[in-house]
Nanobody
């Protein structure tokens, strides 16, 4: 599985961005796609994840209510719509795939196998 994240950029506080994750390879190779972020000096944390087969979604606590994850299985794409962005959201955002039938919901990096290269989101006035 190869993943490519895109859509990052610079935005002012309160603004929005939509990140995209393109997955190559067979969708049978993974159960879920997750978005993670790594802020400067911090550990990688889960933002949101979605089960590709049944659409179940889990959101991280720090972003709940401000982000929406969605999928387009026909295009092998997963999206992350982020609204009301805050400077604390500045980070490199990664998408990753998980083969774990249940543990994908934990939204922790340990359960995710393949990672994209990351896209930088900068929120600043």
């Amino acid at each position: 599985v190869q993943l490519q994240a895109s859509g990052g950029g610079s935005v002012q506080p309160g603004g929005s961005l939509r990140l995209s994750c393109a997955a190559s390879g067979s969708s049978s190779d993974y159960v879920a796609i997750g978005w993670f972020r790594q802020r400067p000096g911090a550990e990688r944390e889960g933002v949101a994840c979605i089960n590709i087969k049944d659409g179940r979604i889990v959101y991280g606590h720090s972003v709940k209510g401000r982000v929406t994850i969605s999928r387009d299985n026909a295009k092998n794409m997963v999206y992350l719509q982020m609204n009301s962005l805050d400077p604390e959201d500045t980070a490199v955002y990664y998408c990753a795939s998980s083969r774990a039938e249940r543990a994908w919901e934990y939204l922790t990096p340990y359960w995710y196998d393949y990672w994209g290269q990351g896209t930088l989101v900068t929120v600043s006035s």
